[in-house]
């Protein structure tokens, strides 16, 4: 599909399945490379890094465990900023390389949270494993370790992300139409 309605909203494509699985991949191959030998944590941020964290993991090749928090920042079509814990950590995650695995990146508001609150578990290393990354809307100094595809600061859905809840089955992603 070229196009598609949600709700009151028209996107037209902009990330085709295809290059969603490649960019997939490499940031499977470059965590591979880069963890050989580590005790790693993969920590998926729900709901919307769901799909990436599943299609991930099954390129991830190392010894490692995966867990998921939910947190939520975003009302409508816009970030809210305010930035709740609706589900907590059940892991012991001190000593280990813990990566944050997210949806996307864009003004680093959720991000800053979590790893504040991940600090204080005491993990060895905490790392940023990210499907998109938006550096125009991007606020904090907090590096991303790995990121699938940058993107323009657009509203999108598919692929796990959403509009009110909807849209987060599409297996390609798609922008708002302005």
């Known amino acids: 599909m070229q196009e598609v309605k949600i709700l009151d909203k028209e996107f037209s494509l902009s990330i085709s399945e295809e290059e969603i699985n490649t960019a997939v991949r490499a940031v499977a191959e470059n965590i591979n490379n880069d963890l050989k030998g580590k005790d790693v944590l993969f920590m998926g941020i729900l709901n919307g890094s769901f799909m990436f964290a599943s299609d991930l993991f099954k390129h991830i090749t190392i010894d490692c465990q995966i867990t998921f928090v939910k947190v939520a920042s975003y009302q409508g079509t816009m970030s809210s900023g305010n930035v709740k814990r609706l589900i907590g950590i059940n892991e012991d995650i001190k000593g280990k390389t813990v990566i944050i695995i997210e949806d996307i990146v864009d003004t680093g508001h959720t991000l800053d949270n979590i790893i504040r609150q991940l600090k204080g578990y005491e993990p060895e290393k905490i790392l940023i494993a990210t499907f998109l990354f938006k550096p125009d809307a991007y606020t904090k ?38």
């Open 141 to 178: 100094d907090i590096k991303i370790d790995y990121a699938g595809i940058e993107i323009p600061n657009d509203f999108i859905v598919g692929y796990g992300l959403d509009y009110d809840g909807y849209g987060r089955n599409l297996k390609q992603i798609y922008t708002l139409k302005s």
